[in-house]
T-cell receptor, first 118, second 114 residues
Framework: GAVVSQHPSWVICKSGTSVKIECRSLDFQATTMFWYRQFPKQSLMLMATSNEGSKATYEQGVEKDKFLINHASLTLSTLTVTSAHPEDSSFYIC??????????????FGEGSRLTVL | GENVEQHPSTLSVQEGDSAVIKCTYSDSASNYFPWYKQELGKGPQLIIDIRSNVGEKKDQRIAVTLNKTAKHFSLHITETQPEDSAVYFCAASGVKAAGNKLTFGGGTRVLVKP
């Protein structure tokens, strides 16, 4: 149980285009999902916190107009990288907190989505 | 905010030996400390976690210790095997009703040599 699926697992796009990444909790409802960015050989950096039915909360330095987050249901959050540029190339990872254990701290991570912008 | 430091950044051990990774955190309000294993091109996988009301936890070859006073926690892997080779991340969070923001350490690249 507690599986988080990301799609696509990898994507290549041209500079200036927009890319959408989906994060789904397959067998549980997620009240909160988190989006991270990971550059090569670096740690995971939190980009934003996504709560179902409300606006996402972005970390300092993350452009909310560039990284659009939508958490339309308890099982789906999407990250859209708008007008992508080569410097946006990175590994994007989501994690989800189950509705059943909101205060345990336990998060379930997706497999990540590698974005390459040409 | 929370700051998590992790050492060493790389660790090479002979198969069968033990590996130890250490982390320190800054926020005394943090009370949840998970450890993740990340293989190349994949998302992090939780391998063990510990809460602030416990000093030590063990799961087969993996153990974690927590010293709240000193604000540090460690991962111990015994009898290492080649499949233990990966990047390991420690993390810390303070559980809050609105969600749990994890702060990650910088990661340790572990290489187990056969």
């Amino acid at each position: 149980g507690a599986v988080v699926s990301q799609h696509p697992s990898w994507v290549i796009c041209k500079s200036g285009t927009s890319v959408k990444i989906e994060c789904r909790s397959l067998d549980f409802q997620a009240t909160t999902m988190f989006w991270y960015r990971q550059f090569p050989k670096q740690s995971l950096m939190l980009m934003a916190t996504s709560n179902e039915g409300s606006k996402a909360t972005y970390e300092q330095g993350v452009e909310k107009d560039k990284f659009l987050i939508n958490h339309a249901s308890l099982t789906l959050s999407t990250l859209t990288v708008t007008s992508a540029h080569p410097e946006d190339s990175s590994f994007y990872i989501c994690s989800a907190q189950t509705r059943l254990k909101p205060n345990t701290g336990e998060l379930f991570f997706g497999e990540g989505s590698r974005l390459t912008v040409l | 905010g929370e700051n998590v430091e992790q050492h060493p950044s790389t660790l090479s051990v002979q198969e069968g030996d033990s590996a130890v990774i250490k982390c320190t955190y800054s926020d005394s309000a943090s009370n949840y400390f998970p450890w993740y294993k990340q293989e190349l091109g994949k998302g992090p996988q939780l391998i063990i976690d510990i809460r602030s009301n416990v000093g030590e936890k063990k799961d087969q070859r993996i153990a974690v210790t927590l010293n709240k006073t000193a604000k540090h926690f460690s991962l111990h892997i015994t009898e290492t095997q080649p499949e233990d080779s990966a990047v390991y991340f420690c993390a810390a969070s303070g559980v809050k009703a609105a969600g749990n923001k994890l702060t990650f350490g910088g990661g340790t690249r572990v290489l187990v040599k056969p």
